[in-house]
């Protein structure tokens, strides 16, 4: 299996991956490629194979349709960089369905969306085949679809539905937005925010780290102190 990542910019540093590989070799039991799609390899464990970016004039989550330019033969899996590996993951290999796309469910937002926000999230993706629709279609009209999605879980939700396959609840939750329909917050409400921890899920999700908070803009809604007690795990 192929379990690859992707570091562009300067928002995560080589540690991050280097984290992620060490998480990976401890909770996934199998053989198994670890591959870093970056543009600056420097300071990252040298079994870490490193996979150039492409020269093209992408910025932040955009560059994970990337991933899908050309099929694969090969059960791939994605991580995102600001997750945390908990337990085993050897299994879930078992979700990769050839030419489909699965990815996450946020069960944390069991609340009513807007027309361009998505319950999917794709700090995980697991697949095989020919999913190279879900860049040629988007590569053809970048500009119309970063400027009418805010990221690519919109633009896979509503564009390439039909694609898509979700991982199992009870898997993975959200660092900064909750668990389930019974255990969540929603960004915008009136509370601050609660750090959530459940040990027995495989993975947790940082989606928002470094996000600014839409009250005060020098603030983070989640920074470097929610990962305060997961030492542990990497």
């Known amino acids: 299996m192929n379990i690859i990542c992707l570091k562009w910019g300067d928002k995560f540093s080589h540690e991050h991956v280097n984290r992620l590989y060490r998480m990976v070799c401890k909770n996934f039991h199998g053989d198994f490629n670890f591959i870093c799609h970056t543009e600056n390899a420097n300071g990252i464990n040298r079994n870490v194979i490193i996979q150039p970016l492409p020269d093209y004039d992408l910025e932040n989550w955009w560059w994970k349709l990337t991933l899908f330019e050309y099929p694969t033969k090969t059960s791939t899996m994605f991580l995102d960089l600001d997750i945390v590996i908990q337990n085993n993951i050897t299994h879930l290999k078992n979700l990769c369905v050839e030419n489909m796309l699965c990815l996450i469910k946020a069960y944390w937002k069991p609340y009513d969306i807007t027309e361009f926000d998505t319950k999917l999230n794709s700090s995980i993706m697991i697949w095989s085949g020919d999913c190279t629709d879900m860049w040629n279609k988007f590569e053809k009209n970048q500009d119309y679809y970063m400027l009418k999605y805010n990221g690519i879980d919109s633009y896979l ?70 990962y305060r007690g997961f030492e542990q795990y990497y």
């Open 157 to 226: 939700d509503h564009d390439q539905n039909e694609k898509l396959l979700y991982i199992p609840r009870d898997e993975v939750y959200s660092r900064l937005y909750g668990i389930d329909e019974n255990r969540y917050w929603r960004a915008g409400d009136d509370i601050e925010p609660n750090y959530f921890f459940e040990k027995n899920y495989n993975i947790c999700i940082f989606n928002g780290w470094r996000r600014k908070t839409d009250k005060i803009k020098n603030r983070f809604l989640l920074d470097d102190e929610g």
